[in-house]
């Protein structure tokens, strides 16, 4: 199973997101919108059909990779090996989230304000219509921390741990906490069982991305001592159980001010602030967290193998 991880991810890096191949996650979007609306006409319980909209996504999505799976198998081997692949490769986007963040950069490289707000409403839940270029940095940097966590450790974690039929369950859950499990009048009850399994499924992975980024940032010649200490003081005053452990790395690492105030859905949120402003927000900051996630990525990988290899030696 190891070496399909590692495949998965040099696929990754080589291709990303290609746009002309099927993807699961628009598959898994489509279904979530179809059972939403079926549940919704079911009942008016609204916590009730989100607790069924979880199970029904994530169990019909597991269900489905593994008949794939099972199907390519009784046509050939090396068709299972092939369409196995294909499903882990699906679940990462280290090279998706480097190539979706680098186009707001190169707006604020260009100058061109308007165009990085809307570049960044695109991997971002905040309104970015009045932000400025530290805020446009400041929420890029944030979401490159956090999705280093939760696009790129954890599938690799659940690829490790069970394969491609584990990282699309993962993949699933995390699709609809993105779709439903926002903290919004309409999402607060429905979206409940949606945003609880999310953080369930993300608890060991964030811990996990954290402890990985101090070795990767004593690497790179970052502060790998202050990301723990700011670790240690701030992953736990956000308000996610799990996004504060990577984001706090990485504050800490970098020697910035994370977190702070945004508007979600017309409303503004006072975030707690994450790390210390030793320096400011910058394009070259933003380069540094790339660095930070690519060589997080590869220890994670490195980790995951040696893991593998020692429970295959026992």
């Given amino acids: 199973m190891h070496w399909l991880v590692a495949a998965a991810l040099a696929l ?4 990303g997101d290609p746009r002309l191949l099927p993807h699961p996650v628009i598959w ?3 279904l979530v919108n179809r059972l939403e609306l079926l549940l919704t006409e079911l009942t008016d319980r609204r916590r009730l059909a989100g607790i069924f909209l979880t199970v029904f996504t994530v169990g019909i999505t597991g269900l489905s990779a593994w008949g794939v799976l099972a199907l390519a198998g009784r046509f050939h081997p090396l068709f299972e090996i092939a369409i196995a692949l294909w499903l882990a ?10 190539r979706e963040s680098r186009r707001v950069i190169r707006r604020l490289e260009e100058g061109d304000l308007e165009e990085a707000r809307h570049s960044l409403s695109l991997i971002v839940s905040r309104q970015t219509a009045q932000m400025d270029e530290p805020a446009i940095l400041r929420a890029c940097v944030e979401t490159v921390a956090e999705n280093t966590s939760d696009a790129v450790i954890a599938p690799l974690f659940y690829l490790f741990i069970g ?4 990282a699309l369950m993962y993949k699933a859950a995390s699709t609809l906490d993105s779709m439903v499990g926002y903290q919004s ?6 979206g409940w069982a949606s945003a609880r399994l999310d953080d369930l499924l993300n608890l060991v992975p964030a811990r996990l991305t954290a402890l990985l980024m101090l070795p990767a940032a004593a690497l790179l010649g970052l502060n790998s001592w202050n990301a723990l200490r700011i670790v240690w003081r701030d992953a736990r005053k956000h308000k996610s159980p799990n996004a504060g452990y990577p984001e706090a ?3 800490g690492a970098l020697g910035v001010r994370l977190g702070g105030a945004a508007t979600y859905f017309g409303e503004r949120v006072e975030k707690p602030t ?4 030793d320096r400011p927000l910058t394009i070259a900051v933003y380069r540094q967290m790339i660095r930070l996630m690519y060589l997080t990525a590869f220890l994670a990988l490195a980790l995951g193998m040696a893991v593998r290899w020692w ?4």
């Fill in 89 to 98: 490769f699906t679940t990462i986007a280290l090279r998706g989230l480097h």
């Fill in 249 to 251: 790395a990485a504050a």
């Fill in 185 to 190: 009048e309409t999402y607060r009850e429905f």
């Fill in 274 to 277: 994450l790390g210390d402003d």
């Fill in 28 to 30: 898994i979007g489509r």
């Fill in 311 to 314: 429970i295959a030696i026992k």
């Fill in 12 to 15: 990754d890096l080589l291709l």
């Fill in 163 to 166: 394969g491609p039929v584990a």
